[in-house]
């Protein structure tokens, strides 16, 4: 599904002008132990770095509302992304939560991966290991890694969806 969502410098970015591209669509929540758990370590910063540097394009996507855990402001999602010395194209702010529930992203963090076409390929946790420890890392499937090895090698994903964990997404009230 298109989605229209502004980054931490005011550049709208929507799905349709990646078209051709790989895309990652990452839900962040800088507060979240599972997201720590990744890039504590810089397990999700090499992630970035690999396929960002194979053309793929990736979204760390922030739906927390104002006033909810993990909400950003940009300045404060410039920062954020300087302290973790993350990788990805762009950090985008969701905070009246519309793009998260367009795909219906409840966890931070929750992976989906789009093929050129425009298909979701993969969608659901980043790894085989729900827990917030990083030394769970290592031993761990990775099935970003994985779906995007996979489908740029034009194989099928094996393992196209899995159950996402980590916390809920902090969304608006309604």
């Known amino acids: 599904p298109e989605i229209s969502v502004t980054d931490t410098k005011g550049k709208t970015h929507t799905l349709s002008q990646y078209k ?6 990452e839900w962040f929540n800088p507060d979240c132990p599972f997201v720590k758990k990744h890039y504590g370590g810089g ?3 090499k992630l970035q770095e690999e396929f960002t540097g194979k053309g793929v394009v990736w979204l760390t996507i922030d739906s927390s509302a104002p006033g909810q855990q993990g909400h950003l402001t940009p300045e404060q999602g410039e920062k954020k992304m300087a302290e973790l010395k993350t990788k990805q194209t762009a950090l985008l702010l969701d905070p009246e939560g519309k793009a998260g529930q367009i795909y219906g992203a409840k966890n931070t963090p929750q992976m989906f991966v789009i093929n050129p ?19 769970d890392i290592p031993d761990s499937t990775n099935y970003v890694k994985a779906a995007l090895e996979e489908s740029m090698a034009g ?12 916390c809920s997404v902090k969304y608006k009230e309604a």
């Open 20 to 25: 051709g591209k790989y895309v990652v669509l």
């Open 43 to 45: 397990n999700m910063q």
């Open 117 to 135: 076409e425009g298909k979701i390929v993969y969608e659901g946790a980043i790894d085989s290991k729900a827990t917030p420890n990083p030394s």
């Open 155 to 166: 194989k099928n994903v094996s393992n196209a969806s899995t159950k996402p964990y980590g």
